[in-house]
C-alpha cells in the first residue's frame, strides 16, 4: 500500500511561497502508472484540486491558481514538491498529496496545515 | 468547468440506517464519479471509484450507482465508524477534477 507524508512550514508570511514536500513509501515515484497530486481543502471547505506531476515531468495544473504553481518530483529521494508563489491569506488551507491513478485518488496523506499570516 | 452539487449536505442518522446521498454534476461525466469518506482532521479515503467499484478494503455495505449526471451513494447499515463527510469527485475531464461540497453523516 501506498504511504504519502506532506512536510513543510506550517507558516508563511503573505506574498511569499509555500513550499511542501510528499514523501512516497510502498510505491516508486518512478512508476509511470502513477501521477502524483496536491489538493487543499480550506477549513469547513471542499477539496480543490491543485495539481498533479508524472515521472516523466509532465505537469498539469489548475488554471485557477495560474501561474502561481509549480510542481517537481525527485526520484532518488521518492519525494515530489509543491511551491505555490505569492500566497495570501485565501491560500489557507490543508493541503494533501495523493497518488493519482488519473480517474481517482487511491491514497492520500495525512495532510499539512499552512497558514498564510504576517 | 464541472460543478457538482450534493445533497443532502448533511444528514442526521442512526446505527443501522440506510443511507443514500446523491451528487449531482452539470454536464454528461459518464461514469468518472468517485467517492470519499473523510473523518475530522483526517485525510479524505476513497471508497468508490468509476460511479460503482469498490476500493481495495472498503466494506460491502457501501455501494455506488449512476451514470450521466445523477449518482447515489447508499451506505447499507450505518457503523458507528460510518459518521463522516461523503465526497464525490468527477475525473470525466481529467486532469481538470473537481470535487462536490460533501455531505456530513452524523448522529
Known amino acids: 500500500q501506498v504511504q504519502l507524508q506532506e512536510s513543510g512550514p506550517v507558516l508563511v508570511k503573505p506574498s511569499q511561497t509555500l513550499s511542501l514536500t510528499c514523501n512516497v513509501s510502498g510505491a516508486s515515484v518512478s512508476n509511470d502508472r502513477y501521477y502524483w497530486s496536491w489538493v487543499r481543502q480550506p477549513a469547513g471547505k471542499g477539496l480543490e484540486w491543485i495539481g498533479r506531476?508524472?515521472?516523466?515531468?509532465?505537469?498539469n495544473y489548475n488554471p485557477s491558481l495560474g501561474s502561481r504553481v509549480a510542481l517537481s518530483i525527485d526520484m532518488s529521494r521518492r519525494q515530489f514538491s509543491l511551491r505555490l508563489r505569492s500566497v495570501t491569506a485565501a491560500d489557507t488551507a490543508v493541503y494533501y498529496c495523493?497518488?493519482?491513478?488519473?480517474?481517482?485518488?487511491?491514497?492520500w496523506g495525512q495532510g499539512a496545515l499552512v497558514t498564510v499570516s504576517s | 468547468d464541472i460543478q457538482l452539487t450534493q445533497s443532502p449536505s448533511s444528514l442526521s442518522a442512526s446505527v443501522g440506517d440506510r443511507v443514500t446521498i446523491t451528487c449531482r454534476a452539470s454536464?454528461?461525466?459518464?461514469?468518472?464519479l468517485n467517492w470519499y469518506q473523510q473523518k475530522p482532521g483526517k485525510a479524505p479515503k476513497l471508497l468508490i471509484y468509476?460511479?460503482?467499484t469498490l476500493h481495495s478494503g472498503v466494506p460491502s455495505r457501501f455501494s455506488g450507482s449512476g451514470s450521466g449526471t445523477d449518482f447515489t451513494l447508499t451506505i447499507a447499515g450505518l457503523q458507528p465508524e460510518d459518521f463522516a463527510t461523503y465526497s464525490c469527485q468527477q475525473t470525466y475531464n481529467t486532469p481538470e477534477t473537481t470535487f462536490g461540497p460533501g455531505t456530513t453523516v452524523d448522529i
Open positions: 495523493a497518488s493519482d491513478l488519473q480517474e481517482y485518488l487511491d491514497y
Open positions: 454536464q454528461n461525466i459518464k461514469r468518472y
Open positions: 506531476i508524472h515521472t516523466t515531468g509532465i505537469t
Open positions: 468509476a460511479a460503482s
